[in-house]
């Protein structure tokens, strides 16, 4: 997949490190939720962070929060998916996996050395409901 100089390029950069852990695409319930896992695999997620950072938006600023609308803000904090957020977390818990955004890029891969089909099922299903604005 990689050559050995960009193997050590995403094994260095933290941002890319999930890459090590490729997850199948036929684990995901539909296409829009592949489609936007991809988009948060290789950094380019459609949050106001990314879009900002791109000079696509005004502020990269979370309407809601009013703090960076990061990945892990996405993922992890933003008050508008709680409830989405916590059905995904009870996946991660139920198998003893640390909830944070590299194991959900990773569908558990870097903690248990590979992919679980369940928790891709689960970031997929959160994928799907905690539907990112359209800005």
Known sequence: MFHFEQLESVRNNPTYTHLLNPVPFSFFNSAKAERSFILFSINRPLTLESLHRRNLVPSPMCPTCKILASTEHYFLFCSCFTSQR????TSFDALKIPFNVTTILTGGASV???????????????????LLPNY
């Not at 916590?86 to 977390?89: A, F, G, I, P, T």
């Not at 089909?117 to 959160?126: E, G, I, P």
Request: no cysteine; hydrophobic share 40%; net charge positive.
């Open 86 to 89: 916590s059905l995904l977390k």
């Open 112 to 130: 248990t050395g590979k992919v679980t089909k369940s928790l891709v099922r689960a970031v997929s299903d959160y994928l799907e409901s905690a």
